[in-house]
T-cell receptor
Framework: NAGVTQTPKFQVLKTGQSMTLQCAQD?????MYWYRQDPGMGLRLIYY???????DKGEVPNGYNVSRLNKREFSLRLESAAPSQTSVYFC???????????????FGDGTRLSIL | GQQVMQIPQYQHVQEGEDFTTYCNSS?????IQWYKQRPGGHPVFLIQ?????EVKKQKRLTFQFGEAKKNSSLHITATQTTDVGTYFC???????????FGTGTRLLVSP
């Protein structure tokens, strides 16, 4: 039982390059989330998907796009990477039941992204 | 927007000492969750509190939800080196899907 799987684990990009972070969960969860974690800032929500076919902006969506490809997969794309996007990115999922709002979130191991 | 602050940002204790982290929200919460993140790891869910004034215990950890549902605390009795990590609270406003994470308290325990 893998839970939430993120790829890649590490990545170094040059300013202006694009890339997609992949996330997949095998827990049949309805909701999926992308967070970034910076020192002293906690976890900040970038985008989330309450259910298959829907996506919504979080606190810090600028510079990112997402795709909820199917129930299992939720990808995060950086179209033109900037040094300010250097961070650790976590994907999470929650909610087997229809009422997802009180379900705990399960996190992947994270992607450590550096942009030079 | 909703803000969730935690204090202290960092605490260094000797093994066996107690530890408390406090979580304060600018808005009333429908529930609050606590997570622990070990160094280099990912956040792991610990517990959820829903009711006003609720207190829950997990071995040496005691979690409280304030009467006004705007604050919460996590108390660890007799810390151990395995308690090292960053503790996050995360609150959800009534009617909102999103969790807002606190800034976290990093705990270091010396043997």
């Amino acid at each position: 039982n893998a839970g939430v799987t993120q790829t890649p684990k590490f990545q170094v990009l040059k300013t202006g390059q694009s890339m997609t972070l992949q996330c997949a969960q095998d827990m049949n969860h309805n909701s999926m989330y992308w967070y970034r974690q910076d020192p002293g800032m906690g976890l900040r929500l970038i985008y989330y998907s309450a259910s298959e076919g829907t996506t919504d902006k979080g606190e810090v969506p600028n510079g990112y796009n997402v795709s909820r490809l199917n129930k299992r997969e939720f990808s995060l794309r950086l179209e033109s990477a900037a040094p300010s996007q250097t961070s650790v990115y976590f994907c999470a999922s929650s909610g087997k039941d229809r009422t997802d709002s009180n379900q705990p979130q399960h996190f992947g191991d994270g992607t450590r992204l550096s942009i030079l | 927007g909703q803000q969730v602050m935690q204090i202290p940002q960092y605490q260094h204790v000797q093994e066996g000492e107690d530890f408390t982290t406090y979580c304060n929200s600018s808005t009333t919460l429908s529930n609050i969750q606590w997570y622990k993140q070990r160094p280099g790891g990912h956040p792991v869910f610990l517990i959820q509190l829903v009711k006003s004034g609720e207190v829950k215990k997990q071995k040496r950890l005691t979690f409280q939800f304030g009467e006004a549902k705007k604050n919460s605390s996590l108390h660890i009795t007799a810390t151990q080196t395995t308690d090292v990590g960053t503790y996050f609270c995360a609150g959800r406003r009534t009617g909102f899907q999103k969790l807002v994470f606190g800034t976290g308290t990093r705990l270091l325990v010396s043997p």
